[in-house]
């Protein structure tokens, strides 16, 4: 298909009313050539190169676990991760597992060590088949000189669900600010820190709205994450409020969830080797909402600031305004 099926059921709301009960037949031709005008051809070029990219990888690459390769919550996830899921009270039960050691930083044990092994060797095993056959892969993002994206290789489907069944549900809770609930496309890899790997990684921002980074080995010294605020794009470079700092260090199978513009970094891994997975959360409904959304953002903390500094102003003003008022009433 041209386009993803989320980007039609996301767009089927605002539909004229006249095409709303119309055949589905007739209400995708006419989405599909509203897309076509608005999309261009580069793009779509861009997206089949990529289709094909990764029909060829899944079509040559054998993996080593077959089971990784379909969502098993119960191989996967700790029992406590698990079970929080399988309760019928989701919301609270998710909220008893979850710790927030700092404003937009949820943490909680998500992953088997037995799982944790089975993903590095499946990874190691890309790797190697990379190696051999001098296939020529992307890396995951423009900071990251070595890792993997998983995606490419056959697990899109089983972060999907990871997104869809799970993640997406712990963000409704605590990223509701950020489309968390409406979160509807990820990218999903893996990042290797280390002495013969990438050694840190600077201050930035995702692009996602919601990231989730889980440790999955092996043994490691430093690679703690910092984190200095949440900002929109224009407040991005602006400076940090001391209540804004903190310092978070990784244990294999804990999650960290945060805000994709949550701004951080990685300090040097000092010693051994250190692989993370990362899985960045999109949100198509939310991404489009922002572009219409031209004053404050409540994410952001500068944004926070100024909207607090201006009620400030205009109550000092009003104040004023009632004082001023009341001596033109005592003159008359
Ligand atoms: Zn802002």
Wanted: aromatic share 12%; hydrophobic share 35%; glycine share 6%.
């Amino acid at each position: 298909m041209e386009f993803t099926p989320l980007l039609f059921s996301s767009l089927e709301r605002y539909l004229p009313p006249n095409l709303l009960d119309k055949p589905k037949a007739e209400k995708y031709n006419y989405m599909r050539d509203i897309l076509r005008r608005y999309s261009t051809d580069a793009e779509r070029t861009r997206e089949q190169k990529h289709k094909e990219y990764r029909q060829k990888i899944i079509s040559n690459y054998q993996p080593l676990y077959r089971e990784l390769y379909t969502m098993n919550s119960s191989m996967f996830f700790v029992p406590s991760f698990h079970k929080a899921f399988s309760n019928p009270d989701k919301d609270q039960s998710i909220k008893d597992i979850i710790s927030q050691p700092a404003p937009g930083v949820v943490t909680f044990d998500m992953l088997q060590p037995r799982f944790c092994e089975m993903l590095l060797s499946e990874v190691e095993n890309f790797e190697k088949w990379v190696h051999e056959t001098k296939f020529r892969i992307m890396r995951p993002n423009t900071m990251n000189k070595y890792g993997a994206v998983l995606d490419d290789f056959g697990l899109e489907g089983t972060l999907g669900k990871l997104m869809e069944e799970f993640v997406r549900h712990i963000s409704k809770v605590y990223f509701a600010d950020v489309g968390g609930f409406a979160l509807d496309s990820h990218h999903g890899f893996v990042v290797e820190y280390g002495m013969d790997r990438d050694v840190e990684l600077g201050f930035h921002v995702d692009d996602s709205e919601v990231t989730l980074n889980v440790c999955l080995g092996k043994q490691f010294t430093g690679g703690d994450l910092f984190f200095r605020g949440v900002r929109c794009e224009k407040h991005v470079n602006g400076p940090t409020y001391r209540d804004e700092i903190f310092d978070y260090s990784h244990s294999v199978g804990r999650a960290i969830l945060h805000r994709g513009r949550h701004r951080h970094g990685a300090r040097a891994t000092t010693s051994g080797n250190r692989v993370n997975l990362l899985l960045w959360c999109r949100s198509s409904v939310f991404r489009e909402l922002k572009k219409y959304k031209k004053d404050f953002l409540n994410f952001c903390g500068e944004c926070q600031k100024e909207k607090e500094a201006r009620l400030v102003h205009t109550m000092a003003a009003w104040k004023q305004g009632v004082l001023v008022g009341e001596g033109d009433t005592a003159a008359s």
